[in-house]
């Protein structure tokens, strides 16, 4: 990548307000986004792990000129395509905070590939587990808005590339786990009241009953973080996509009427516990001068109930949201464009965060 | 009292900022007041604790006639003269929260009085311990200067009453520890850098072995609250009050001289950390919707510390005095005028010190 298209990947990563964490969409008080992604692999190609690099190379570049044809239309605004050996390392580790690949495919970049839309709501993994992995993303409860695009970008693509598709199973991915729709659906929700009530486990225990999967703000191992909580479909087979999509909604507005409803007790029978909660998070978080990412991410939780609840004018939800981005630990460095020690870091966070919230008047 | 006095009176109590904890003075960044007492009492009438109602009676009647005569001319300002009770419970204990009263002399108000300066600068108790007992507070490290107020006021006092003296011993009291000269002299100090540090109780017990005693903030059980000690002479015999100032005042300076030494080891190699602790305590302190008495001068420690290094501008070590003041629990009843539950009176301290560093800009 060279000239604009370079500054405009720049410009990506260092923009800390991305649209599909901007508190719209339905629900969007509780559930920050909705994400859809499809499993993809080409027709008579090893899967990914059992790819030459030549081959890969050739897989990444059959990809990206069927996305070129694609082109902007079918994505729905412009894009930017970019093998990740042109990538630096540090701007591999943003591309994971924002979400926008996975861990697994900053490890080793050789003839891994990404396709991005501008404003970070499509991407495609080329070459990770699977040939392809197409996700989209929405803010809000927006899992049948982000399924139509997703599907209409993947037939798009289609009619480009031979999917490797096997008329009783499905479509074919490297791990059988994702075989069939090869869609896994998730919802990142934000339920602060249910961990205050200690009715997580309750809830979540229910999810996991109904054959959902319930991980971590930044997957597994970080259950509770922030007290946000990602609901997932297991199962990709034998259930048709409108079926996955449905039921997971169905579910997801469940917990959200349940995280609602405690909200509502907490706010008649204790709102000055919660505005002091909230109020103490802004006030740490306007004038610490250093904090670890866990501490902001605390506080972050507390802060965006403020702002689910309007209780602190000027605040909206997105500007809340941007202190998660401005808090992981790579975003840190990418802004000042240097190698940080942890302290540093937590300096430099602090320093963000602060001017942030002073940006937007409070 | 009624009327105008009523009025002045009540203002006095609701005061925030009294004089004396401004911040002016000699180390004013360390030494926050300076206190001198005598105790004085009438020649041939029992000491207090055997007087009849209606002999106390009297000697508070020869008082006020005498501190009368003194007047404004004598006191260095205008001042008030009440029997305590025709003081409300709730404006007796307001009386010592703010350090003009000790708690005994609150407890049973028959018999006894209080003449007090409008500024709080001058106090003299009548009937608590001893018949008189007389306190000049000045800001800072004044011992000097609080003694020659309070023996130029002591000294007109005795024009008009026979005080109990013997020529061997000096001025008798109702507790032998207070005979000779009376007198007792003290100041408060802020030490968060030797307490940081972890120096405290090397300071202390080297100030405990030259015949002094270290209390805290509120007296005896007080210690250590807020990072402030109150040094003062044990010792009232055999010493003349020349000779106990100016031992106090020398230990003072060698304490003062210690905690700015290890306050500027502090701002060199962990001023960030300094920092991240006051902007915390600001950010706590003036967003906090409930607080408690003790979280409140805890903060108050760590925000007056950054007074004390200008690093909170236009917030002044007088300012951050106040916050003692509108912490204490009877004062904040005191400008509600009602009388609060715990819960309640951490709710409307919060309101308070919000609004008062708010008022001030910060």
Redesign the interface.
């Known amino acids: 990548m060279k000239g604009k298209k370079a500054d405009i990947f720049q410009n990506i990563l260092r923009n800390s307000s991305s649209p599909w964490m901007d508190g719209s969409g339905n629900l969007g008080n509780v559930a920050i986004s909705s994400r859809v992604r499809l499993a993809r692999n080409l027709e008579d190609v090893p899967f990914p792990h059992l790819l030459s690099g030549k081959d890969a190379d050739l897989v990444l570049k059959k990809v990206f000129q069927t996305v070129g044809r694609v082109g902007e239309r079918g994505f729905g605004g412009p894009i930017i395509q970019t093998s990740l050996s042109d990538i630096s390392p540090l701007d591999c580790q943003v591309l994971v905070e924002k979400h926008l690949i996975s861990p697994q495919h900053a490890v080793s970049k050789t003839g891994k590939g990404l396709v991005l839309r501008y404003d970070e709501s499509v991407a495609i993994m080329v070459n990770e587990e699977d040939h392809l992995r197409l996700q989209v993303l929405r803010s809000g409860l927006e899992l049948d808005e982000a399924w139509v695009l997703a599907s209409g970008i993947d037939d798009l693509c289609e009619q480009g590339l031979d999917y490797a598709y096997d008329e009783q199973i499905g479509y074919l991915t490297s791990c059988p786990t994702n075989a069939g729709t090869g869609l896994r659906a998730s919802v990142m929700v934000h339920l602060p009241a249910l961990a205050v009530a200690n009715e997580i486990s309750r809830v979540l225990t229910a999810v996991n009953k109904v054959g959902l999967v319930v991980r971590g703000l930044y997957g597994e191992g970080t259950e509770g973080q922030g007290n946000v909580f990602q609901i997932s479909n297991q199962i990709t087979l034998g259930q048709t996509e409108k079926e996955i999509i449905e039921n997971l909604s169905l579910v997801v507005k469940q917990v959200v009427s349940e995280e609602i409803r405690v909200r509502e007790t907490l706010f008649k029978n204790h709102r000055?516990?919660v505005?002091?909660r909230v109020?103490?998070a802004?006030?740490?978080?306007?004038?610490?001068?250093?904090i670890t990412s866990d501490e902001a991410i605390k506080l972050w939780s507390d802060l965006r109930l403020g702002a689910e609840f309007h209780m602190i004018p000027g605040l909206t939800i997105s500007d809340v949201n941007e202190i998660l981005v401005l808090s992981r630990p790579n975003y840190v460095q990418k802004v000042f464009e240097t190698t940080l020690t942890a302290q540093e870091r937590d300096?430099r966070r602090?320093d963000l965060i602060r001017k942030h919230l002073s940006s937007k008047g409070v």
């Open positions: 000055i516990e505005e002091d109020f103490r802004l006030g740490l978080l306007s004038n610490a001068r250093k300096i602090a």
